[in-house]
């Protein structure tokens, strides 16, 4: 049997009282944990009505009848399970297929149990819509040169408009990679996280298309994944990490319009000087081949990190660093990096690590500086001398 579930109990009196004054939050059932999306999308910059299919591949964790993923403001045409168990395969149709509004949910019933221990594999075709949102695979206006008004289609789906794309298990502890298709028209730019692999003549209801597809993904939450179809441009240089031994050259592009790409040079300058700098702080290699940076016209947040460099609490961490030592905390980030590079974290995963590194015990410390409520008070006593 397959069961809903919330989020674990909060751990400390102060957070139980936050917890206890705010509704529970809940989860998807947890008897299917996606491994694997192949997903292709077929875009339109005129009618933005946008097609998809996609295949999720599961691990089946409990016996169950129902699949249940998120999906927001979809239609779904069709879905279908394949199950694999003990060298056996198995195809069946969805029953039933229900829509929870309210939860941002569908949920596909079908016929025959699904048993724990196999794989299987939910396949769905959709349609969904580029809106005006700012959310999802959202569509933005520009002028281009020539005064004409133009679109993209860009997506934006921190912290959970996944959902508005593709049917997806959409949370961010629910990794997994992604291999990605999007047919556009010939003349389009298709970007994704990844690299192209192959770009090829297709069909689609009698008009001429280009099916661009892209390398497989790391081990990634649904949140980064990333799309951008439009008439870019772009400028590149590469970065070259000294460290770590082996460290691959990393191609840095700035995507933008025609009239305004020539302006992304300072951008691409900082992209090159930035990737070099934390492959070699951290000791770590850049996970992807590409770092591409885009100008969009229309966007809800200052920017959008799906895998680009991005900082968080900076006068916090740089103070942290200054009192350890710049080594010791240097060292403690770069474990902490290798044992969470494609985990989920908590802060006080990150006061471990350092605690190793310096022996001070950080955990007690940064929970006073940052958790505690109150203010400095600061006491001035001086003395006035005749001149």
Not at 180 to 200: C, F, G, R
Not at 230 to 257: D, H, L, N, Q, W
Not at 305 to 323: C, D, H, P, Q
């Amino acid at each position: 049997m397959c069961f809903h579930h919330h989020a674990p109990e909060a751990d400390t009196d102060a957070a139980a009282a936050a917890a206890a004054a705010a509704p529970a939050r809940e989860v998807l059932p947890t008897c299917v944990v996606p491994a694997h999306y192949t997903v292709s999308i077929t875009p339109n910059l005129e009618s933005f009505v946008f097609s998809g299919i996609i295949d999720i591949e599961v691990a089946v964790k409990e016996t169950t009848k129902v699949i249940t993923v998120n999906s927001n403001e979809l239609e779904i045409q069709k879905a279908s399970v394949v199950v694999r168990l003990a060298k056996t395969e198995t195809a069946q149709e969805a029953a039933a297929v229900t829509f929870d509004k309210a939860l941002e949910r569908v949920s596909f019933e079908f016929g025959h149990e699904i048993p724990a221990g196999a794989s299987a594999t939910l396949h769905v075709e959709f349609t969904g819509v580029h809106n005006d949102k700012l959310a999802g695979f959202y569509r933005s206006a520009y002028t281009d040169g020539d005064g004409n008004k133009k679109h993209i289609v860009v997506t934006q789906f921190e912290p959970t408009d996944c959902r508005r794309a593709f049917p997806s298990f959409d949370e961010p502890a629910l990794k997994a990679t992604f291999d990605v298709t999007l047919v556009v028209e010939p003349h389009l730019v298709a970007l994704s996280n990844m690299q192209v692999t192959k770009t090829e003549p297709v069909e689609v209801d009698g008009k001429k298309l280009k099916a661009v597809t892209f390398a497989r993904t790391p081990v990634m939450s649904t949140y980064l994944v990333a799309f951008a179809v439009g008439e870019f441009e772009y400028i590149e240089k590469t970065a070259y990490p000294k460290s770590p031994a082996g460290a691959a050259p990393i191609t840095c592009r700035v995507y933008a319009f025609k009239e305004d790409v020539q302006q992304g040079t300072f951008a691409l300058d900082v992209c090159v000087k930035t990737l070099e700098f934390f492959s070699e702080y951290f000791n770590m290699a850049y996970p992807l081949p590409k770092c591409d940076l885009i100008a969009i016209p229309d966007f809800g947040a200052g920017a959008m990190e799906n895998w680009g460099s991005y900082s968080k609490g900076a006068s916090v961490i740089r103070m942290l660093n200054t009192f350890l030592g710049g080594n010791k905390f240097m060292n403690g980030v770069r474990e902490y990096l290798k044992e969470f590079q494609y985990r989920n974290t908590v802060t006080s995963d990150l006061w471990k690590h350092l605690k190793i590194s310096s022996g001070v015990e950080v955990g007690s410390m940064m929970h006073e500086w940052t958790r505690e409520m109150g203010y400095p008070l600061v006491s001035v006593s001086g003395e006035e001398y005749d001149s």
